[in-house]
């Protein structure tokens, strides 16, 4: 895979966009009010999250990449905007009014969060439905489609999303949430955790019991492929043509957070790209295995990849 044929790559991400907050802080006393810390906040830092993540990941790559959601016309939903404004991402972004952003606000000290904040809110079934039009038209100049799906409730349409994008020849990869998952039928490819996936589909004993689960699952939902994510164990990939196994990849395990926006960008990179289903997933372990190495910066670029002369 060359840089060049990456940019070829077009990469629509529609899902549930987040902002990660971090304030970290100074802790030194216990507070007057109440048995807690005080903690004296001296930086913050605001960081692309959920789909926006997966969509900034993408990009990293050199794939041509838009990022389509709604968001809260609020404090956060304007820094999402801003801070995608410095980033290749072509953003499609709407700012609703009424609406919170989705906000994770993390209160950090010596290094430890201290307690983290989640602001949230469901977006309208109407505001969603616009969105449908949008996506129909950004359809049309993309060949693959990831839906990064945080139970926030901006995918109400996904199966209708799914299906249109089948329908006209795309590839469709689904970061899943929650216990039913028949929504997804029909998608190219289905990126569960381990957690997400016995939430599904039953915990299981040996590898033997999770290829019956997986492949149970796959042909159920009509799906191409199953890529369970495994954190230290690496993933294993399910398709008809059977199942391949990758060992995790890390010399050092920094920051595991992201790791699977990591994984799903760099699958829809590739295949973008036109490399097949096995050498996408052998790279994105390699991608996901340099994230996690990483303190602050959450995506990988090609040179990182295949560095030179390698
Ligand atoms: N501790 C680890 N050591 C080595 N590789 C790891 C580790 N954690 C994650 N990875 C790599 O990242 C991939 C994705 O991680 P994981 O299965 O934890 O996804 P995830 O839970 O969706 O991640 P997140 O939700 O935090 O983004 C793994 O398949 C593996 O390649
Ligand atoms: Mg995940």
Sequence with gaps: ?????????????????MLDRYWFSSVDRISPEAPVPVALVQREQDRLGGAANVALNAAAL???????SVVGADDAGRRLATLLADTPVRSALRQVPGLRTTLKLRVVARQQQLIRMD?????????????????????????????SD????????????????????????????????????????????????????GDWRDDTELEARAQALRTELDAQAL???RADEGMSLFT?????????????????????????ATLAA???????????VRTANRAAGIVVGKLGTASVDPAELWPAGA
Excluded: C, W
Excluded at 62 to 68: R, V
């Design 227 to 229: 890529l369970v994510t």
């Design 240 to 264: 008809a043509a059977g199942h391949l196994h990758v060992a995790a990849q890390a010399k050092e395990v920094f920051d595991v957070s992201g790791a699977g926006d990591t994984v799903i």
């Design 150 to 201: 945080y139970g926030k409730g901006g995918l109400d349409h996904v199966a209708r999303m799914v299906q249109r994008a089948r329908e006209l020849g795309r590839k469709v990869l689904i970061d899943p949430k929650g216990r039913d998952y028949s929504r997804y039928r029909g998608a190219t490819l289905i990126t569960p955790n381990r957690a997400e996936f016995a939430l599904v589909a």
């Design 1 to 17: 895979m060359t840089p060049d044929q990456l940019r070829q790559a077009r990469v629509l991400v529609v899902g549930d966009v």
């Design 270 to 280: 590739m295949l973008g790209a036109g490399e097949s289903l096995e050498q996408a």
């Design 119 to 147: 602001f949230e809110a469901v977006p309208q079934r109407e505001v969603l439905l616009d969105l449908m039009d949008r996506y129909e038209q950004e359809l049309g100049f993309h060949d693959v489609v990831v839906l």
């Design 62 to 68: 050199g794939a041509q990449t838009t990022l389509l």
